[in-house]
């Protein structure tokens, strides 16, 4: 049977024999609460005490809720995006069922939770305007969290930051089963940040991620940031499948220092002595628009794996604009960069390197990328500082390289790498590999209208070297063949090479006529 609404509940009488009843909402119509708003199914329980979705009628029966799924709602929330929501949203997350959000947009000023696992579908949750309060933080408690998030909004609502965590971001902590899909992180902050381990899965898929003004505004980092905890990392014995996979970013653009690297994706280790162990890392499929540009400082990427995101790929995804490097990889091994497409970039397309000494990037797969800057690029400066050591000062956007492989001097961590099929062109370096070991294939790839006229051995269309430091030698084996580079006004130099080395079936094409299309050194 109806009964009335559910404040008023304890003043009514369900009569003996009736043990399903139905309010008629949460509380009595009025501005802002249309009739009707909240109601929901109520059955007879043994005993109470009360709670958020328990009463007792006037007759001493207990009656609870009975819904399959929750909405905020059925505890007062409004969900007209204007009064404060949070307290009812909070109440609907505490019954541990899933949470309808009907469609409707709930303002909050901050949430943390405990609850697990948690579904949440069909909204928006907004951060109130101005609001410091900060982030949307799932399971507070750090007990594995079980998690799927569908057609969901986290409006971060242009508000500020609180405990180094965006506002409005949505945080998850010890995940161990996430998904989220087909969700929207607009204006100014709204990741999804989990912040400690991933045990088992994290997806995100098919979301758009937007920063606070259209095509490149200034925002607070809003980006998917996963990071190793202090302390034990993300364990590599523990099984870890984490997808991004057909998502959409755009004008994200870190607000102050770049130095976490932030662009559209950051995945990080806290520390050297407790890096992330990513295993089964996969980020296809997505598009980059606009993000990652900070006061031209070359830190900061549309897509970052820092500290020993080992097996991963980085595939098929496209990055358009803005951003100094396209795909930033450090401290990361057995990593494949294949099939992306990366336009008009500041600085470098793809780069890897050693990341404080302790990681390296070995087993590093790049293939079939393509990689293309405009042509009104301009000659850097280019000041040698030390015997054989150079810095390089860009006056335009494009100096590169587009791709950018380098180990650490001195040692031999890094080792393996295949660079194969890629199209690289407009750029000022196309190519530099550096204190690679083991086996190093450049093999069928094009590289065109590279327009350096530098005669820094490291500086060159296409540079590949034993090491940077003092002309020495590396004991790799290099593998040069069947590439094209063509409108070079300095093309290739190989230098350093202390193991076997094949140059075969390449061809150069308008190769400047005052240097030679091929340079090769012992030391």
């Known amino acids: 049977i109806g009964v009335g609404v559910?404040?008023?509940?304890?003043?009514?009488t369900v009569p003996s024999g009736t043990d399903l009843v139905r309010t008629s909402g949460y509380d009595t119509p009025g501005p802002g609460r249309a009739a009707g708003l909240g109601r929901a199914l109520y059955a007879v329980v043994a005993a109470g005490p009360a709670t958020e979705y328990r009463a007792q009628d006037a007759g001493g029966r207990w009656f609870e809720l009975v819904e399959e799924a929750v909405r905020p709602a059925m505890r007062g929330a409004l969900g007209?995006?204007?009064?404060?929501?949070?307290?009812?949203?909070?109440?609907?997350?505490?019954?541990?069922?899933?949470?309808?959000?009907?469609?409707?947009?709930?303002?909050?000023?901050?949430?943390?939770?405990?609850?697990?696992?948690?579904?949440?579908?069909?909204?928006?949750?907004?951060?109130?305007?101005?609001?410091?309060?900060?982030?949307?933080?799932?399971?507070?408690?750090a007990a594995q969290l079980v998690g799927d998030f569908d057609e969901v909004t986290f409006d971060g609502n242009h508000s500020g930051q609180t405990s180094g965590y965006p506002a409005g971001t949505v945080i998850l902590a010890d995940v161990e089963d996430v998904r989220v899909?087909?969700?929207?992180?607009?204006?100014?902050?709204?990741?999804?940040?989990?912040?400690s381990n991933i045990r088992t899965r994290f997806v995100v898929e098919g979301s758009l991620f937007e920063g606070g003004r259209e095509h490149g505004g200034v925002l607070n980092e809003n980006t998917i940031y996963l990071v190793g905890s202090i302390g034990g990392g993300l364990e590599s014995s523990q099984p870890k499948h984490v997808v991004i996979t057909g998502n959409t970013f755009i004008g994200i653009v870190p607000e102050t220092d770049p130095g976490r690297g932030v662009g559209g994706l950051l995945f990080r280790g806290n520390s050297a002595v407790t890096p992330i162990q990513a295993h089964k890392l996969t980020v296809t499929d997505n598009l980059f628009y606009e993000c990652?540009?900070?006061?031209?400082?070359?830190?900061?990427?549309?897509?970052?794996?820092?500290?020993?995101?080992?097996?991963?790929?980085?595939?098929?995804?496209?990055?358009?604009f803005g951003c100094e490097k396209g795909i930033d990889v450090q401290g990361s091994d057995q990593v494949s960069v294949i099939g992306n497409i990366i336009y008009e970039t500041g600085g470098t397309g793809i780069a890897f390197a050693t990341r404080d000494g302790s990681k390296d990037c070995s087993f590093v797969v790049i293939e079939g990328n393509t990689i293309v800057c405009r042509e009104d690029v301009v000659e850097p400066t280019i000041t040698e500082v030390a015997d054989g050591e150079f810095t390089i000062t860009s006056a335009g956007r494009?100096?590169?390289?587009?791709?950018?492989a380098q180990g650490l001097q001195n040692t031999t961590s890094a080792r393996h790498l295949v660079v194969a099929n890629n199209i690289v062109e407009g750029y000022l370096q196309a190519l530099l590999v550096a204190d690679y070991h083991g086996d190093v294939a450049?093999?069928?790839?094009?590289?065109?209208?590279?327009?350096?006229?530098?005669?820094?051995?490291?500086?060159?269309?296409?540079?590949?070297?034993?090491?940077?430091?003092?002309?020495?030698i590396t004991e790799f084996n290099l593998s040069f063949c069947d590439n094209s580079i063509s409108q070079a006004s300095n093309s290739t130099y190989i230098r350093g090479v202390g193991g076997s080395l094949k140059v075969a079936g390449n061809s150069w094409h308008a190769i400047s006529s005052t240097m030679p299309a091929l340079t090769v050194f012992r030391a």
């Open 6 to 12: 559910f404040t008023a509940f304890g003043s009514f």
């Open 80 to 141: 007209g995006g204007g009064a404060d929501d949070s307290a009812a949203v909070a109440a609907a997350l505490s019954l541990g069922r899933p949470i309808d959000l009907a469609g409707r947009t709930y303002c909050v000023t901050g949430i943390s939770t405990s609850a697990n696992p948690i579904r949440m579908f069909n909204g928006a949750l907004k951060l109130r305007s101005g609001s410091a309060a900060g982030a949307v933080l799932f399971n507070a408690t």
């Open 181 to 195: 899909r087909g969700c929207r992180f607009p204006n100014g902050a709204g990741g999804v940040l989990p912040s």
């Open 292 to 320: 990652g540009q900070y006061a031209n400082s070359n830190k900061v990427a549309a897509v970052s794996l820092y500290r020993a995101c080992s097996f991963s790929n980085i595939a098929n995804n496209k990055i358009f």
């Open 398 to 404: 494009a100096w590169g390289p587009a791709i950018d």
């Open 442 to 472: 450049i093999h069928c790839n094009t590289f065109a209208r590279t327009t350096t006229t530098s005669t820094s051995a490291d500086a060159r269309a296409v540079s590949i070297l034993g090491t940077r430091a003092n002309n020495g």
